[in-house]
């Protein structure tokens, strides 16, 4: 099972999975439209990775494009990414989000059952969970109904596989809930490309401290935790990639299986504000501002399951990944 097919694998955390991949002796076939990344991120990948890959730019929506992919290069494991991701543009155009992210998935579902593919890695968030009933979530913790089209295009993906496998078990599925990934590649060469004003906190934190924003508004400081700012589980992306290595080599007993994808610890706003002041040398400006609807006030994972059954844990800490993500925006510059 060394070629696998990576969908939106130009993406952010597509693009560092595939070095993950390479790195471990995958050839990950990578077919993108690049409609959300750029050919930044495709030099920094042949810079990081050789000929260890391959680069097709399609569209996934077109299934006849699609499954002359799978028939001309043998795949047998998909990981599957390609999807909007906003989740503030889901509410302004959901039928695009609908219809991009959902015929996308469909369509690659279509083909791994035309294809006989064994194992099939979906992307899914945190986000499946909605506003928990308590802090910490098990992948067992029962689902809510997300806040955003977004958020319900990966409540409905789980939805569809668990459809799938329900009479049939047409291939082994993983699906990866996903927390907040941050950072970038140690090496500056790939990282997150975020289209137009960031709405994620990092990207907006580096912009910032790149001079790009005037200043940070936090959204929120009265919410009930110790410093009134909301909490996420931050991890680097660099341990999310790697992740999907293991997803590939978990031998499961079951054909549908579910993973938190997170570090088991929450940060809250201020805190990353401080640390990321702390590793860049800087005093990053921000203003307390209204809480922003929809957020909720605080998750992190029990990653106690992913831990024992993926054999993978989080290995690096979120100073590491905020230096990342700030040497990242300090590259690209140079590419201005
Ligand atoms: N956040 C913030 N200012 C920003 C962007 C985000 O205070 O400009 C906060 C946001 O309210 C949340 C946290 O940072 O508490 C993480 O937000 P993000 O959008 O990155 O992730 P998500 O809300 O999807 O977990």
Redesign the pocket.
């Known amino acids: 099972m060394k070629k696998v097919l990576v969908t939106g694998g130009a993406g952010y955390i597509g693009s560092h999975t595939v070095v993950a991949l390479v790195e471990r002796g995958y050839h990950p076939i990578i077919v993108d439209d690049l409609r959300n990344s750029s050919l930044i991120i495709l030099e920094g990948l042949k810079k990081l990775c050789g000929d260890g890959f391959s680069f097709l730019s399609i569209d996934i929506c077109d299934k006849n494009i699609l499954f002359s992919v799978f028939e001309d290069h043998g795949i047998q494991a998909v990981i599957h990414f390609a999807a909007y991701k906003s989740?503030g543009e889901s509410c302004v155009v959901p039928l695009r989000y609908y219809q991009n992210n959902l015929i996308g998935l469909m369509n690659v579902l279509e083909a791994c059952q035309t294809f006989n593919v064994q194992k099939f890695v979906f992307s899914s968030s945190?986000?499946v969970y909605g506003e928990p009933n308590g802090r910490q979530v098990f992948e067992n913790t029962p689902k809510h109904l997300p806040e955003s089209p977004y958020g319900f295009t990966k409540w409905m993906g789980e939805q569809i596989l668990e459809d799938l496998h329900r009479n049939t078990q047409p291939f082994n599925t993983l699906c990866l809930r996903y927390?907040?990934p941050?950072g970038a590649h140690p090496s500056g060469l790939i990282g997150e490309l975020p289209v137009g004003i960031?709405?994620?906190?990092?990207p907006?934190?580096t912009q910032t401290a790149a001079g790009i924003r005037e200043y940070?508004?936090?959204?929120?400081n009265d919410y009930p935790t110790p410093d009134g700012?909301?909490?996420?589980d931050y991890i680097h992306v660099c341990d999310v990639a790697e992740a999907h290595v293991c997803a590939l080599q978990h031998e499961g007993y079951v054909p549908l299986d579910v993973f938190n994808i997170g570090t088991g610890k929450g940060t809250s706003?201020l805190e990353?504000v401080e640390t990321f002041n702390v590793v860049s040398g800087r005093e990053l400006p921000y203003k307390l501002?209204d809480?922003?609807p929809g957020?909720?006030t605080e998750?992190f994972a029990n990653v106690e399951k992913s831990e024992a059954e993926l054999g993978w844990k989080a290995q690096r800490t979120v100073e590491e990944a905020l230096r990342d993500a700030w040497n990242w925006e300090q590259q690209l510059k140079q590419h201005d």
């Not at 940070?216 to 929120?220: N, P, R, W």
């Open positions: 989740v945190c986000t927390f907040n941050i960031p709405n994620n906190l990092l907006y934190i940070l508004t936090v959204f929120g700012t909301c909490i996420r706003v990353m501002g809480r922003r957020d909720i998750i």
